[in-house]
T-cell receptor, first 112, second 115 residues
C-alpha cells in the first residue's frame, strides 16, 4: 500500500520567515510525488512535482521541495513567506497503485 | 488553460434523495476523478475513469456510482443520500490514459449538505 503523512495540520509563520511543510511517504516502488495548494473557495492547483529527475524540484511562487529517498521525505520549503501564501497544502504520491493518494493537508497561516 | 467545471458550488439535499454531481472538462483529457474532501482527512478518491464508459473504484466507493457517457463529462451519483455524505466534492482531470505522473486539474468543488 502507498501512503502519505503530513506532519502538522496547522503551521503558522511570520511574513518573511522560512516556510517548511513536512511530508513523508511510503511506497514499495519509486514514487512520483506532488505538492498541491488550495486557496480559499478554490480547487487544488499543482505547485510542483517530482518524477525521478532532479531531487530538488522548483515550483511556482518560489516554493521548492527536495526528494530524500533515505528519509522517505519530500518537504516543501520557501525562503520567505508572503501573506498570499496562506492556504492549505497537500502532499500526494502515485506509487504502487495508478492513482494519486493525498495526505491530510497542512493549513499555512502567515502573520504580520 | 484547462477548465474543469462543476455544475453547482453549493447543494442542499434531503436524506434518501438521489443526487447527481456533474463535472465537465474542456481539454480532451482521458482521465477523470472524483474526490471528497473532509477536514482532517484530506482528499479521498471515490471513483475514477480512464476512458468513456469505463470506471474504477477508488478508496471509498460505497454509496456512490459514476457515469461517463462522453469523454468530457464525468458524473457522480449518490443513489440515496445520507448525512455522512455531507462533504466537499472535487472533480479532477488529467491527460494520458492511465498516466500516473500527470498533473491533475481540479474544479472548484461542490459543497454538498445532506439534511
Amino acid at each position: 500500500a502507498q501512503s502519505v503523512t503530513q506532519l502538522g495540520s496547522h503551521v503558522s509563520v511570520s511574513e518573511g520567515a522560512l516556510v517548511l511543510l513536512r511530508c513523508n511517504y511510503s511506497s514499495s516502488v519509486p514514487p512520483y510525488l506532488f505538492w498541491y495548494v488550495q486557496y480559499p473557495n478554490q480547487g487544488l492547483q499543482l505547485l510542483l512535482k517530482y518524477t525521478s529527475a532532479a531531487t530538488l524540484v522548483k515550483g511556482i511562487n518560489g516554493f521548492e521541495a527536495e526528494f530524500k529517498k533515505s528519509e522517505t521525505s519530500f518537504h516543501l520549503t520557501k525562503p520567505s513567506a508572503h501573506m498570499s501564501d496562506a492556504a492549505e497544502y497537500f502532499c500526494a504520491l502515485t506509487g504502487t497503485a495508478s492513482k494519486l493518494t493525498f495526505g491530510t493537508g497542512t493549513r499555512l497561516q502567515v502573520t504580520l | 488553460d484547462v477548465k474543469v467545471t462543476q455544475s453547482s458550488r453549493y447543494l442542499v439535499k434531503r436524506t434518501g434523495e438521489k443526487v447527481f454531481l456533474e463535472c465537465v472538462q474542456d481539454m480532451d483529457h482521458e482521465n477523470m476523478f472524483w474526490y471528497r474532501q473532509d477536514p482532517g482527512l484530506g482528499l479521498r478518491l471515490i471513483y475514477f475513469s480512464y476512458d468513456v464508459k469505463m470506471k474504477e473504484k477508488g478508496d471509498i466507493p460505497e454509496g456512490y456510482s459514476v457515469s461517463r457517457e462522453k469523454k468530457e463529462r464525468f458524473s457522480l451519483i449518490l443513489e440515496s443520500a445520507s448525512t455522512n455524505q455531507t462533504s466537499m466534492y472535487l472533480c479532477a482531470s488529467a491527460r494520458g490514459r492511465g498516466a500516473t505522473n500527470e498533473k491533475l486539474f481540479f474544479g472548484s468543488g461542490t459543497q454538498l449538505s445532506v439534511l
